[in-house]
């Protein structure tokens, strides 16, 4: 698989989780990332992304001021951090690369996703 999600699990509500993208036969700097996530019965939503040219990063709205997403080129990884979890954060988070640049970054276009991790809050 050229993207391996790791990271998630059970996690109490009010707690952080970080979750890993780990790419594979792709150079991380050449890459945009994108972090998306997806509830049973609900669209794919883009959550945050960091973009190849400049590291630049942007959020959804829904993940403002808790989401932080962060690279290591060196490790070939990309981070989401997630703080202050609630339970509508519970959803499979996925992964996605491509070669966008700037725009888009969190339109559910990828051409490349890992498989997934599970990501459930507990009350």
């Known amino acids: 698989a050229l993207l391996v999600e790791s990271g998630g699990g059970l996690v109490q509500a009010g707690g952080s989780v970080t979750l890993a993208c780990t790419l594979s036969?792709?150079?991380?700097?050449?890459?945009?990332i994108a972090w998306f996530r997806q509830a049973p019965g609900k669209a794919r939503e883009g959550v945050a992304a960091i973009s190849r040219v400049d590291g630049s990063t942007e959020y959804a709205d829904s993940a403002k001021d808790r989401f932080t997403v962060s690279k290591d080129n060196a490790k070939n990884m990309v981070y989401l951090r997630i703080d202050s979890l609630k339970s509508e954060d519970s959803a499979v988070y996925y992964c996605?690369?491509?070669?966008?640049?700037?725009?888009?970054?969190?339109?559910?276009?990828?051409?490349?996703w890992g498989q997934g991790t599970q990501v459930t809050v507990s009350s």
């Open positions: 036969g792709l150079t991380l700097r050449d890459y945009t």
């Open positions: 996605g690369a491509d070669l966008r640049a700037r725009s888009y970054l969190l339109h559910p276009t990828y051409r490349y």
